[in-house]
């Protein structure tokens, strides 16, 4: 079987992948908040862990791989959307309205990803539609003494957890010091996060045994993945920028509400996204939705070619020039598809036709861009070969699998 070999973000060492059951290899990728359409950046780590999905998927077989990509549908950007349509003169209720935003959201967001040429995932579950797997974690997390209620709230122990801070690499002292915590007289410890929070009569909200209210954002992605994944699964993905402290509080939450678990195994993250070296912002005027693109007439295929130019570990800087390059290098490999197509061995094919350097620089960490050498060597010298009358009709093709990567 082929070796497939990790960057884990926990362990902070690439090392081989072996699956806790082969048979069913899971992986948790945090998904988007629903209340606008999917900028450059969001589509980044789609991107990269659908390549992660296909190769798990060759290698495994499609039946034996589950990918959960959720969707945060509790936001107060989400709320005051809906509030202001309703302040614009929609007598419909909030919770409508709400809905509403999130369903157009989320359709915008299935729209935009599959012209990307992303395979959905096997499972995206909306954090409203497990609110009661949530409150049932925090109980759990309260009678071990990990979690406490005040004031309406209620708050994880960040100290009662001594593994906190391992991923980021941080002692919790440390990320007191260096990072904006919120202080609330309810908290016992500056660094102690909400896991459940009192809603007001005019927001959303679900009763509970603290009260009416609604989750935080960390309990939700810990609830989802331990209803659809089990108490321990493959690999957590998602972008940097969710380090801390998301997954930093995930971790938390699901070791002390699952002990003798492993919740994760191997943690991946992709790098942010730059926009011609600066970073995207809309006061740099240089912040642009996917469809923004779509409808500049990009096509889904070229925005795709130029976010694997760049291994997901490294930034990755969305250039005129770039998006140029990738248009060109497409164009080159349309016709050696062409004749691939034609002598029926479909790109898609099965494992054994995809030459061999192909399959090891993305076993290799996800090595997009030596993968996407590769496949241009192979198809130059599939069109040579096709030139050359070297492709026989009997079926007999180039040899294509000496093809050594370039790393």
Not at 64 to 69: P, Q
Not at 295 to 309: H, K
Not at 387 to 396: A, E, M, P
Request: aromatic content about 8%.
């Amino acid at each position: 079987m082929t070796r497939i070999r990790l960057y884990n973000t926990r362990t902070r060492a690439k090392e081989d992948f072996a699956p806790i059951d082969p048979a069913n290899v899971r992986m948790y990728v945090c998904g988007p908040t629903v209340y606008d359409r999917a900028h450059l950046g969001n589509a980044r780590p789609v991107i990269v862990f659908d390549v992660l999905f296909r190769l798990l998927r060759h290698v495994y077989g499609p039946d034996h791989v589950t990918y959960v990509r959720n969707f945060t549908d509790v936001d107060d950007k989400i709320n005051a959307e809906a509030q202001r349509r309703k302040d614009a003169g929609d007598p419909r209720s909030l919770e409508d309205l709400i809905r509403e935003r999130t369903d157009e959201t989320i359709r915008w967001y299935h729209e935009d990803m599959a012209a990307l040429g992303n395979l959905p995932p096997a499972a995206e579950p909306r954090a409203t539609e497990y609110i009661g797997q949530m409150i049932a974690m925090i109980s759990d997390l309260i009678a071990r003494g990990h979690a406490y209620e005040k004031a309406g709230h209620v708050l994880f122990r960040v100290r009662s957890y001594e593994g906190y801070g391992k991923l980021s690499g941080r002692s919790v002292d440390d990320m007191i010091a260096g990072a904006r915590v919120e202080v609330a007289p309810f908290k016992e410890d500056p660094m102690d996060f909400v896991l459940w929070k009192p809603s007001t009569p005019d927001l959303p909200g679900w009763e509970s045994p603290w009260g009416r209210g609604r989750p935080g954002w960390h309990i939700e992605c810990s609830a989802m993945s331990h209803e659809l994944l089990g108490d321990s699964f493959d690999i957590h993905g998602g972008g940097i920028d969710l380090q801390f402290p998301h997954h930093e509080n995930e971790i938390a939450q699901s070791m002390c509400a699952h002990p003798e678990s492993e919740f994760a195994r191997v943690w991946m993250h992709n790098e942010m996204l730059q926009v011609e070296g600066r970073k995207m912002s809309k006061s740099l005027g240089n912040f642009f939705t996917v469809r923004d693109l779509l409808d500049r007439g990009i096509p889904g295929e070229v925005i795709r070619f130029v976010m694997l130019m760049t291994h997901y570990s490294r930034p990755m800087d969305w250039t005129e020039k770039k998006r140029h390059e990738a248009d060109k290098r497409l164009d080159t490999l349309l016709p050696a598809l062409t004749i691939a197509l034609e002598k029926g061995r479909p790109p898609s094919g099965a494992w054994r036709d995809v030459p061999r350097a192909i399959r090891d620089s993305l076993s290799n960490d996800l090595n997009t861009a030596d993968a996407i050498a590769c496949l241009e060597m192979a198809g130059d010298l599939l069109v040579k070969a096709h030139r050359g009358d070297l492709v026989h009709q009997s079926g007999d093709r180039v040899d294509l699998t000496q093809l050594q990567s370039s790393s």
